[in-house]
């Protein structure tokens, strides 16, 4: 999965959104070796500072762990990306429905606009 970043929106979190999805979707498996900083930095297009920030986030919530020297490796606690990215898939639900909410349209009208578009 390539980095599709929102340049309307802070980087960092966007970095450690996709790593979840990275992990929840088993392209990074537990206990293994994830990209260097450098390595995400330049897929992403992104400032290393920025990754670090971001995989030092990770590291905190429990999903990643350091081994000194080796580099950066998913925790067994992949379940917490899990809940991280239903979390994600709330928000942006939520966001879409305000969005179009205050377009005028009715919770009703939403629906079948998503109905439609998923056929």
């Known amino acids: ?10 980087i960092c979190p966007q970095i450690c959104e996709q790593i979840c999805v990275k992990i929840a979707s088993g392209q990074y498996n537990q206990n293994e070796r994830i990209p ?3 390595e995400i930095a330049l897929e992403a297009g992104v400032n290393p500072n920025t990754v670090q920030k971001a995989l030092t ?16 490796y998913v925790s067994d606690r992949t379940d917490k990306a899990e809940k991280k990215i239903n979390e994600m898939k709330r928000e942006k639900t939520l966001e879409y429905i305000e969005e179009m909410k205050s377009l005028g349209l009715e919770v009703e009208e939403i629906k079948q606009y998503i109905k439609e578009w998923s056929e």
Request: aromatic share 6%; glycine share 10%; no cysteine.
């Open 57 to 72: 986030i990770l590291t905190e919530q429990g999903l990643l762990y350091s081994m000194r020297g080796s580099g950066m």
């Open 1 to 10: 999965m390539a980095w599709v970043l929102d340049k309307n929106r802070p």
């Open 36 to 38: 260097s900083v450098r």
